[in-house]
C-alpha cells in the first residue's frame, strides 16, 4: 500500500504550498484566525540565517498529500535534544490510506538517528482520531502537564511593566 508515497524535506519554493497545509490545518483544528503568517515570514522563519523549525511533505503519486513541521528542543532530565512535532496533517480526503503513520514513522527514524531522547507533541482534546492514533502507536498523554502559552501581545504587556 501507497508504494508511490514519498516524502521529502521542504525547500524555499515551497513556501506556497507550507501555506496552504497551514490554512487547512488551521480550517481543520477551528482556529483560521490565528493564522498570521506570511511568505515573507515563513522564508525567513524557515530558510533564514538561523532556521527555527524543518518541514516535510508527504506526496502520494507526486500529489501533495501530507505535511509535518519539527523542531528540536532540550531536555534537562535527559540530557538530549528533542524532536518535538508542531504539526502533522494528511488531507482529510487521503486519510485511512497509512500516510499520516509513514509520517510519524519517518520523524521518529529522524529522532532516532539523531540520537534524540524523546518526541512530544500536543494534540487538541477534542481531537479524538488523532489522540487514539497515536496511542495505538505507544505513544501516552501527559495528562499532569498544563500547556501555557504567552503571544506576543502578551509577551509586550509583561516586558513593559
Given at each position: 500500500?501507497?508504494?508511490g508515497f514519498t516524502i521529502k524535506q521542504a525547500e524555499e519554493k515551497d513556501i506556497p504550498l507550507l501555506i496552504s497545509f497551514i490554512k487547512k490545518i488551521a480550517e481543520y483544528e477551528k482556529l483560521t484566525h490565528e493564522v498570521i503568517a506570511t511568505e515573507e515570514i515563513l522564508r525567513e522563519s524557515l530558510f533564514g540565517k538561523k532556521p527555527s523549525a524543518e518541514v516535510v511533505f508527504g506526496?502520494?503519486?507526486s500529489e501533495p498529500a501530507a505535511y509535518a513541521v519539527y523542531?528540536?528542543?532540550?531536555?534537562?532530565f535527559t540530557g538530549k535534544k528533542g524532536l518535538y512535532l508542531e504539526d502533522l496533517f494528511v488531507l482529510p480526503k487521503l486519510r485511512g490510506k497509512g500516510i499520516g503513520k509513514k509520517m510519524l514513522l519517518h520523524l521518529i527514524q529522524k529522532a532516532s538517528d539523531e540520537n534524540c531522547g524523546r518526541m512530544e507533541w500536543a494534540v487538541l482534546d477534542w481531537n479524538e482520531p488523532a489522540i487514539n492514533f497515536y496511542k495505538s502507536l505507544g505513544a501516552k498523554s501527559l495528562d499532569e502537564?498544563?500547556?501555557f502559552r504567552?503571544?506576543?501581545?502578551a509577551?509586550?504587556?509583561?516586558l513593559s511593566y
Open positions: 500500500m501507497n508504494s506526496y502520494l503519486e523542531f528540536y528542543n532540550f531536555s534537562t502537564w498544563t500547556i504567552m503571544d506576543e501581545k509577551m509586550k504587556k509583561v
